[in-house]
């Protein structure tokens, strides 16, 4: 490399806690004027939330980036647009029914005597669209109107109307197709060419080799690789990189499932939405594992199990007994449970008691006639928040109060009171801290030891691993790969998710 | 060990002090209520402290508190219903027409009293069944009842006042009970059963579910949509003995009955401290919330204060008392 | 004053016994005195009348209450107590329960459904007070011990005779009505009375239109009247409440052709009758002082006398308001008693 100006943006021992985790631990890295910058890391590695405090959402509790070399702080994302750093998150944060025109000057309308210039804003808006190589959108249209890779453009165009002269993109691939995803390439290189740099987030490895000049790989909230040249390294190396643990978590040890096991859940081309059906079976005492990125169809799978989410068609078999689709009662009444993905939003009453929450699924256990029996409430779920160790073990504590881990067990010991045949745990351990997770994967292998078939979704491919005694690895609502998790390792998997480019 | 004591102990003392606690809550109320009284001994004497006006209040909150008890479920189900006066009133036309006076005449006045009930709880399931299955907003379904109930009570009635002939009827809710008019009597038992249903039956307990996170308690296999109807056809049938309570008291069925009715619960309910965005109810809060409104009417009344003023009043204690309930609720969560 | 003032009373009504007849003998000059020698205004014993009416959201009913207070402050053994008013029957009841509880010697109430507070007058009577029932009769003839009514029938016989008059000779004269709240006993008693009293003279109503009493529907009312009927000669307005929604119509419209009959009597109406230079040439009284009259019969039922006017020795069960037509020749009496909308 020769000598260079000073980079456009440099970031060093960057730290971000939250309450009871470390997101960021130590990220150093430069974006250099004109280049493609990769960050590259799996799920909780930490890369969303450095877009965060790049973009100005979150405050950095130690470290500092520099701009041109100078000292840098965003208080909020108007200042880092100030900065001339813009973000385009995943989902986009256009006004649907405002035009184009509108959607790029949102926020910062030209304006003469309180009056907007309507014509001025169609006449700009028109050339940075085609600056993007994209005059084919009339500036007048609703956004809502566009298509997502258009709709892609207006985010650059309006980041370009504020002269952002970096762009951070998450995942910009993730809601295009092919034939968009080589538009969108196009542009970033007109973009590069006119001294813009772009940070660029993708999971897809053969992309960034497509796209990008060079790369860092995040893990574990620290930088294990900064600024590699992308042409120099391989992509095994990267997985590698990504994948290669310092901790690893503690799992408990499995016992072989007797093969006349009886088949608690049989899953029979089951479909969402356009996708293909999958088929599974999970018997009695075992642990599958479902693994796959997020937006792959895992969620969707477990959802139509469980009756949440209408299937297309196929059909869900608990102990022989064919449940009726998309009705969450029939699938409870035949003994299957879900602790969903979105513990607080889906799972909790979170303004209510401890006891209310574990026995919401089994009222009619301490009714007579339609009256509840509170004390014998209070004292079953006392025992299991005693078994559970769920702490403070008050059961009239209300659950907003408790730390990830113990609301996740409340969740558990709801399922555990009901007695279920079959228990589906959608990211089981997300927002829960590292010591409180190995009493989760214990309280699972406890519960298949008793006879309760589990389904694990997780996007920790480490932990499904460890945890589950098959494996399924889930692309695009598709099972690519089924088989003991013994016998595959991280980077197989990694690999069969993102689309088998490992050499 | 010590540990687990520490943290438990911590926080419990200022995560639900008395304040926020129920009873405490309540207290807030009776301390309103006590206060309001005083206000009118102070100012109307022995004309306010007598047997016969307290009774008089009484009655006057009795037909309100029934549909603000039933109006109680439905906002901590997560909902709200606009269209109770409206069911009131076409209730009580349609329990006082001509066929159903002359059909109690020849059975028993009981049929005015099912009429009421039926007509009531068939307003709830249409409101519930569209808001819960037909997935229109609860404001908008309810907004749209109360046009059409009272409109189909103007139509049935011909927007006359129908007189009820019914002897058996009329003696019956004139009568009282040890004293006590039988129309606080209804009263009382609504309310008292209304505190067992929400507080010590599943349905209650559901019922807090729903209101609290309606996608957590579908996913805990409640089914959240069957439940909310169950929920407004309660509102309906209160709306019911509302009705049949206000043709004892006028010995009339009107389209114009119950005028305003929505707002009166809905104001009840919410200085009773149940939340407006579900999850959080209290009967016995909303049975003062009735009588702290229709006490302070007496005590207007006893002091020829203008009825402008009263809602005035009405205003500040409704601002004052969710204010107060932020704050608690702030505390609790904290 | 208040001897003019009962002389006033005296002259405008007619006891409903001997039917509306149609008096409109002037009252002589200075009698105050009638066959009964009771000195009527001289200060009795301390009377306490509770008074309860529907809310005052028309100028009418806001002229009710008004009315009544102003006459009470007259006496000075009197004391009114006034609840202002509601449309909540239920709230209504529980306030002439207050006055039981509190023992007042009368009440005066003009209810806002006359069946509805039937049951609730009738326990007053049973406890001894007298209730005197204003406008809004109720439907058992024991609840009240005097009954002061406005004459609905005869404010469109009223109305009607007044037109035929002024249309005398014009054959082919189109008519046109606009009513209140349609379906209300008392509308359809007016219309009646109007109907009546045009074929009488060989006229019809030839277009009609109904609002609500209020000044939207008025003008919404009397916009499409205006546009249904190009041509007109004469147009009676039930209330001259809504009348100033049917006058701002008319302005609109720039029509001038026809001339103007109102209804119930307010003081603006017959402010543009006295200038005349407007459409109104006539009013017909619906009066807003029956409140009033209500409170002096409360008074002279409590100390037990008896009607100035008239032979008997107790008030009587029934008084019938007329309805007189107000013009530019007659304004001067009546307007010192119109109700400002």
């Given at each position: 490399m020769t000598s260079s100006p000073p980079p456009l943006l440099s970031v060093r021992g960057l730290v971000k806690r939250f309450p009871g985790v470390t997101a960021l631990a130590g990220v150093d890295f430069d974006v250099r004027a004109g280049e493609v910058h990769c960050l590259l890391g799996q799920n909780g590695a930490g890369k969303s939330t450095l877009i965060k405090v790049l973009s100005g959402a979150h405050r950095p509790d130690e470290g500092e980036i520099r701009s041109n070399g100078e000292v840098v702080s965003f208080a909020n994302p108007t200042a880092a647009m100030r900065a001339g750093v813009a973000t385009l998150y995943q989902e986009l944060d256009l006004v649907p029914g405002l035009s184009v025109a509108d959607n790029v000057f949102l926020g910062h309308e030209l304006s003469a005597g309180g009056f907007t210039r309507r014509a001025e804003t169609r006449r700009r808006t028109r050339a940075l669209l085609e600056r993007l190589g994209h005059s084919d959108i009339p500036p007048d249209r609703d956004v809502g109107r566009l298509t997502a890779a258009q709709q892609q453009v207006v985010s650059m165009a309006r980041a370009l109307s504020r002269d952002a002269r970096l762009l951070i993109m998450d995942e910009p691939s993730a809601v295009l197709d092919q034939d968009e995803v080589r538009t969108l390439f196009r542009v970033i290189r007109e973009l590069t060419a006119q001294g813009v740099a772009v940070i660029h987030i993708s999971h897809r490895l053969e992309e960034i080799r497509e796209i990008g000049d060079r790369v860092t790989v995040l893990k574990d909230g620290r930088t294990v690789a900064a600024g590699l040249d992308v042409s120099a390294v391989s992509t095994a190396e990267l997985i590698k990189l990504m994948t290669g643990r310092e901790a690893r978590n503690v799992y408990p040890p499995r016992r072989p499932v007797p093969p006349d096991a009886a088949e608690a859940l049989v899953v029979r081309g089951l479909a969402v939405g356009r996708r293909a059906g999958v088929d599974f079976t999970v018997r009695a005492g075992e642990v599958v594992g479902l693994a796959g990125l997020v937006g792959a169809g895992r969620s969707e799978i477990?959802?139509?199990?469980?009756?949440?989410?209408?299937?297309?068609?196929?059909?869900?078999?608990?102990?022989?007994?064919?449940?009726?689709?998309?009705?969450?009662?029939?699938?409870?009444?035949?003994?299957?449970?879900?602790?969903?993905?979105?513990?607080?939003?889906?799972?909790?009453?979170?303004?209510?008691?401890?006891?209310?929450n574990i026995t919401v699924s089994s009222l009619p256990l301490f009714a007579r006639m339609g009256f509840l029996d509170e004390n014998a409430e209070r004292t079953r779920s006392a025992d299991l928040t005693a078994s559970l160790d769920v702490r403070p073990s008050d059961v009239d504590r209300i659950v907003r109060t408790l730390s990830g881990g113990n609301q996740q067990k409340v969740v558990l010991a709801r399922w555990l009171l009901r007695g279920c045949r079959v228990l589906l745990l959608d990211e089981p351990t997300r927002g829960v801290d590292v010591g409180a997770r190995g009493e989760i994967y214990r309280l699972v292998r406890d519960l298949a030891d008793r006879g309760v078939a589990v389904v694990v979704v997780s996007s920790d491919i480490d932990e499904v691993l460890g945890l589950a005694d098959r494996v399924l690895v889930v692309r695009e609502g598709r099972v690519v790969h089924e088989g003991p998790a013994d016998e595959i390792d991280e980077a197989r998997v990694l690999d069969l998710v993102m689309e088998g480019t490992a050499a | 060990m010590s540990e687990d004591t520490a943290t438990r102990a911590a926080p419990r003392t200022n995560g639900t002090s008395f304040l926020a606690s129920a009873p405490g809550r309540n207290t807030g109320l009776v301390v309103a209520l006590v206060l309001l009284c005083l206000v009118g001994v102070v100012t109307a004497g022995d004309r306010f402290a007598d047997l016969d006006n307290v009774l008089t209040i009484l009655r006057l909150a009795s037909v309100i508190g029934v549909v603000s008890v039933g109006m109680t479920f439905v906002i901590t189900g997560g909902g709200i219903d606009l269209s109770v006066g409206a069911i009131v009133a076409l209730a009580s036309v349609w329990a006082t027409t001509l066929a159903t006076q002359s059909m109690a005449t020849n059975t028993h006045w009981l049929i005015m009293v099912f009429t009421a009930l039926a007509v009531g709880a068939g307003c709830g399931v249409i409101n519930g069944a569209l808001i819960a299955y037909g997935r229109i907003v609860a404001f908008i379904a309810t907004l749209a009842m109360l046009a059409a109930a009272r409109g189909l009570a103007e139509i049935i009635s011909n927007r006359r006042t129908q007189i009820v002939n019914v002897q058996g009827f009329t003696a019956f809710f004139d009568a009282s009970v040890l004293g006590v008019p039988v129309l606080v009597v209804v009263f009382a038992l609504v309310a008292a059963s209304g505190w067992v249903l929400l507080n010590r039956t599943t349905f209650g307990r559901r019922t807090f579910a729903v209101g609290g996170n309606p996608e957590a308690a579908r996913l805990a296999g409640i089914d959240v949509r069957r439940h909310t109807v169950m929920l407004y056809t309660l509102l309906g049938v209160c709306c019911g003995i509302a009705a049949v309570m206000l043709v004892a008291r006028t010995t009339t069925g009107s389209s114009t009955h119950g005028l305003l009715y929505e707002l009166d619960a809905i104001a009840a309910v919410v200085i009773g401290g149940t939340l407006l965005s579900g999850g959080r109810g209290t009967i016995a809060g909303t049975v003062f919330g009735v009588l702290i409104f229709t006490t302070l009417s007496n005590v207007f009344t006893l002091n020829n204060l203008s009825i402008s003023a009263q809602a005035v009043a009405k205003g500040a204690i409704i601002v004052v008392a969710v204010l107060l309930q932020q704050r608690l609720a702030r505390r609790s969560t904290a | 004053m208040s001897r003019k003032a009962i002389t006033g009373l005296v002259a405008a009504m007619a006891v409903a016994l001997t039917a509306c007849t149609g008096n409109t003998a002037q009252p002589p000059a200075g009698s105050g005195q009638g066959g009964a020698k009771v000195a009527n205004d001289e200060p009795g014993e301390k009377v306490v009348i509770g008074f309860s009416a529907p809310a005052a959201d028309h100028g009418w009913m806001a002229a009710i209450t008004n009315a009544a207070k102003a006459e009470a402050g007259k006496y000075s053994d009197v004391e009114l107590r006034v609840v202002e008013g509601t449309n909540d029957v239920n709230l209504q009841i529980s306030q002439v329960e207050t006055f039981i509880n509190d023992k007042v010697d009368a009440i005066v109430l003009l209810p806002f459904d006359g069946a509805a507070l039937t049951p609730v007058a009738l326990k007053a009577m049973k406890a001894g007070i007298p209730v005197i029932n204003v406008d809004r009769e109720f439907d058992s003839p024991f609840a009240a011990r005097s009954t002061v009514l406005g004459d609905n029938y005869g404010m469109g016989v009223s109305a009607g005779t007044y037109i035929c008059e002024k249309?005398?000779?014009?054959?082919?004269?189109?008519?046109?009505?606009?009513?209140?709240?349609?379906?209300?006993?008392?509308?359809?008693?007016?219309?009646?009375?109007?109907?009546?009293?045009?074929?009488?003279?060989?006229?019809?109503?030839?277009?009609?239109?109904?609002?609500?009493?209020?000044?939207?529907?008025?003008?919404?009312?009397?916009?499409?009247?205006?546009?249904?009927?190009?041509?007109?000669?004469?147009?009676?307005?039930?209330?001259?409440?809504?009348?100033?929604?049917?006058?701002?119509?008319?302005?609109?419209?720039?029509?001038?052709?026809?001339?103007?009959?109102?209804?119930?009597?307010?003081?603006?109406?017959?402010?543009?009758?006295?200038?005349?230079?407007?459409?109104?040439?006539?009013?017909?009284?619906?009066?807003?002082?029956?409140?009033?009259?209500?409170?002096?019969?409360?008074?002279?039922?409590?100390?037990?006398?008896?009607?100035?006017?008239?032979?008997?020795?107790?008030?009587?069960?029934?008084?019938q308001l007329y309805a007189p037509v107000v013009t530019k020749d007659n304004v001067d009496r009546y307007l010192p008693a119109a109700f400002e909308s």
């Open positions: 477990l959802e139509a199990v469980y009756g949440a989410r209408k299937p297309t068609e196929g059909e869900v078999v608990v102990d022989g007994r064919r449940l009726k689709p998309g009705n969450v009662g029939a699938a409870v009444r035949a003994g299957v449970g879900l602790c969903p993905e979105e513990r607080k939003s889906q799972g909790l009453l979170l303004d209510q008691a401890v006891y209310r | - | 249309l005398k000779g014009k054959t082919g004269a189109v008519v046109a009505e606009i009513a209140g709240i349609d379906s209300l006993p008392l509308t359809q008693d007016r219309s009646k009375g109007f109907a009546d009293a045009l074929s009488e003279c060989g006229l019809k109503v030839n277009n009609r239109v109904a609002a609500e009493f209020t000044v939207e529907s008025g003008e919404k009312a009397a916009a499409n009247l205006l546009q249904a009927a190009p041509k007109l000669d004469a147009v009676w307005n039930h209330d001259d409440d809504q009348g100033v929604g049917v006058s701002a119509a008319i302005k609109n419209a720039g029509r001038s052709e026809f001339f103007l009959v109102g209804g119930a009597g307010s003081a603006n109406v017959m402010r543009e009758i006295k200038a005349d230079n407007g459409l109104h040439k006539a009013t017909v009284v619906y009066p807003s002082t029956q409140g009033a009259d209500g409170i002096r019969l409360a008074r002279l039922a409590v100390q037990g006398k008896a009607l100035g006017d008239l032979v008997e020795v107790e008030i009587p069960r029934e008084i």
